[in-house]
C-alpha cells in the first residue's frame, strides 16, 4: 500500500508525538527506579532496564497497534520495578534472593574453587578482575569479594598495602576539593572568587609556566592549600611513550 504525502506526514506527526510520551515517561521512570551509576547495576536492574526500554521504543515505532496498550505495559513494569526496589530495601531476604549477595572468592591468597564455580566465574576471569585493581599475584591478597554488581572488591594482605603517612606517625593536611579554574579555554570567575583570586592573579600564574595566554589551557584547576594543576590543550611533552604496536592506517 502507497501512502500520499499527507498521510506520511500524518504518521510522522503520530511518531513525534508517540515518541514524546515515550521519552518522558522513560524519563520520569528512570528518575523515580534508576541507579545513580551504571556501576551500581544489578543483572535483574540492567535487564529491566533494557525491557522498559523496549517498550519505550515499541511505543514509538509500531503504529499497527494502538499507543495505549504499549504505555500501559511501560507503566506496569515501571510500577513493578519501583515495587521489587522497595521490596529490597525493607526486606533483606527479598534482596538476597532477587539482586545476590557478596562472595568471597579469594581469603589468605588461596582461591575459593567453589565459590567461584557457584559464581560462574572463570579463573582467567578473576585474574583479569584483580589485574585491573592493579595486583599481579594472587598471593598479595588478603580477602577478595565479588559484590553483586559484578565488580570485585579486594584487600591486600598488611604487608603488600601502600606505607601512609598515619603508619609513619606523620600528621598529614587534608588538601581539600579542587575547583576548576580554566574549563576548555575560559575562566570560571565564579569559582576564581571562591578563591579570593583575580584574572589577573591567574594570568601571572600562567606565565610563570610559559603560557602567554588562556586559550591554550584544556583544564586548569585549584584546590585549598594552593596547589595549581593546568593541562595545556598541546602538552609539552619530552619524547611521549608509545605503547601502541601498529603505526596505521589513521
Known amino acids: 500500500m502507497i501512502l500520499d504525502e499527507g498521510e506520511e506526514m500524518s504518521e510522522g506527526l503520530v511518531v513525534v508525538v508517540r515518541s514524546l510520551i515515550g521519552f518522558f515517561s522513560l524519563l520520569i521512570f528512570a528518575r523515580i527506579i534508576g541507579k545513580s551509576q551504571i556501576s551500581q547495576l544489578t543483572f535483574f536492574d540492567y535487564v529491566l532496564g533494557i525491557t522498559i526500554g523496549s517498550m519505550a521504543a515499541s511505543l514509538a515505532t509500531d503504529l499497527s497497534s494502538r499507543a495505549w496498550p504499549h504505555w500501559v505495559a511501560l507503566i506496569t513494569w515501571a510500577a513493578l520495578g519501583y515495587v521489587m526496589e522497595k521490596i529490597t530495601i525493607k526486606w533483606r531476604y527479598a534482596a538476597k534472593f532477587l539482586e545476590g549477595e557478596p562472595v568471597i572468592v579469594v581469603m589468605s591468597g588461596k582461591i575459593m574453587d567453589d565459590a567461584l564455580r ?13 589485574r585491573n585493581k592493579g595486583i599481579f599475584d594472587v598471593s598479595q591478597v588478603d580477602f577478595a569479594i565479588l559484590e553483586p554488581n559484578g565488580q570485585l572488591s579486594v584487600l591486600q594482605k598488611p604487608e603488600n598495602l601502600p606505607l601512609t603517612p598515619k603508619d609513619m606517625n606523620i600528621k598529614a593536611s587534608s588538601s581539600g576539593i579542587s575547583s576548576e579554574l580554566i574549563y576548555d579555554g575560559m575562566i570560571v570567575e565564579q569559582n576564581l572568587r571562591q578563591f579570593k583570586k583575580d584574572k589577573k592573579w591567574l594570568q601571572k600564574e600562567l606565565k610563570k609556566q610559559g603560557i602567554k595566554d588562556v586559550s591554550e589551557v584544556f583544564f586548569a584547576s585549584l584546590n585549598p592549600a594552593g596547589s595549581l594543576y593546568i593541562d595545556l590543550y598541546k602538552d609539552r611533552l619530552q619524547n611521549p611513550v608509545d605503547i601502541g604496536d601498529y603505526k596505521g592506517p589513521y
Open 118 to 130: 557457584k559464581t560462574n566465574y572463570r579463573i582467567s576471569e578473576l585474574m583479569g578482575l584483580l
